[in-house]
T-cell receptor, first 112, second 109 residues
Framework: AAGVIQSPRHLIKEKRETATLKCYPI?????VYWYQQGPGQDPQFLIS???????DKGSIPDRFSAQQFSDYHSELNMSSLELGDSALYFC???????????FGSGTRLTVV | KNEVEQSPQNLTAQEGEFITINCSYS?????LHWLQQHPGGGIVSLFM???GKKKHGRLIATINIQEKHSSLHITASHPRDSAVYIC???????????FGTGTRLQVFP
């Protein structure tokens, strides 16, 4: 069965660079969620989209932006990267919170 | 005080033992999730509950809405069950999940 696909799996960037993380939800899932998990920390909610519109916003820095496209995939754009942005970034997809979430395997971002 | 608390934080068991992980929350929720995270990071959704009890293989999850408490049980535990188990709640009328701090389970042969 198709799962939530995230790319890339690993990414190394230097400080002040820009990174783009991609998430491809399960077909027919209309909601995408982004979470950030720092080393040894709980996942923290960043932002979510429902039917291509932003539906909720968490602790997402102003340097980050995200969108959901017409094919329902989502991209998280991160600019002026800082060392503290090094984390595992999860995407999850669902059907309007009804049937639970399916998580992607995550993108591990390392900022050096 | 965290909105979602789990106990214990760490748990070791011998293969075959019955395991219980507890989760308490202090906010109104639309649903509670039990997740499993293996070393390396991938998160797997085990259960989503809004009432009662669910069972999947050797895993059982229960929730008591009045007491704001949920338990995850693993019967006949196996070393491959070793992982971090996370309780997360979806709050009323929001998309985001609030995560507990996780329970690190190690099952030894």
């Amino acid at each position: 069965a198709a799962g939530v696909i995230q790319s890339p799996r690993h990414l190394i960037k230097e400080k002040r660079e820009t990174a783009t993380l991609k998430c491809y939800p399960i077909p027919r899932h209309d909601t995408v969620y982004w979470y950030q998990q720092g080393p040894g920390q709980d996942p923290q909610f960043l932002i979510s989209f429902y039917e291509k519109m932003q539906s909720d916003k968490g602790s997402i820095p102003d340097r980050f932006s995200a969108q959901q496209f017409s094919d329902y995939h989502s991209e998280l754009n991160m600019s002026s990267l800082e060392l503290g942005d090094s984390a595992l970034y999860f995407c999850a997809s669902g059907v309007d919170r009804v049937y639970g979430y399916t998580f992607g395997s995550g993108t591990r971002l390392t900022v050096v | 005080k965290n909105e979602v608390e789990q106990s214990p934080q760490n748990l070791t068991a011998q293969e075959g033992e019955f395991i219980t992980i507890n989760c308490s929350y202090s906010v109104g929720i639309s649903a509670l999730h039990w997740l499993q995270q293996h070393p390396g990071g991938g998160i797997v959704s085990l259960f989503m509950l809004s009432s009662g009890k669910k069972k999947h293989g050797r895993l059982i999850a229960t929730i008591n809405i009045q007491e704001k408490h949920s338990s995850l049980h693993i019967t006949a535990s196996h070393p491959r069950d070793s992982a971090v188990y996370i309780c997360a709640v979806g709050r009323d009328n929001t998309d985001k999940l609030i995560f507990g701090t996780g329970t690190r389970l190690q099952v030894f042969p």
